[in-house]
């Protein structure tokens, strides 16, 4: 028997659907299987990422997440305050109005990223837990995937 010969074998048109006809109400939507590239904010960043901004007079501005070739392990994070308006390209993350934009390229490298604030005796500041790092060196701020 080959899969020609067994339907529930046979793959049905568009990548990764499996056996369910065009017409099946069981056949997953092809956009819900596509994994969603997203940046998600705790509450604790949110929180204190609002009150850094309102600090220094910008409320309405966002922090910018991205990546930069560099650092010891080879690739570095970028978090910075942008007081422009984003770019037309960009991806906005909101979380109780605090927003963060991530450039597409970047989004790649940061794609499930956690941001974070923490405050310990020995860092204070806003921390990215990216589960596409490989490897990170003891800084924090470089890493590969």
Known sequence: MTAQDNPARTPATGAGIGPFAEDDPRRPDEASLR?????????????????????????ESVVRLGIKGGGCSGLAYVIEFEDRPPRKTDLVFERDGFR??????????LNGTELDYVKTLMKTGFQLNNPNEKKACGCGESFSV
Do not use: W
């Open 100 to 109: 963060v934009v991530v450039d597409p390229k970047s989004l790649v490298y």
């Open 35 to 59: 994994p969603e590239m997203r940046i998600t904010i705790t509450e604790k960043a949110a929180k204190t990422g609002k009150e850094l901004l309102a600090k220094r007079g910008t409320p």
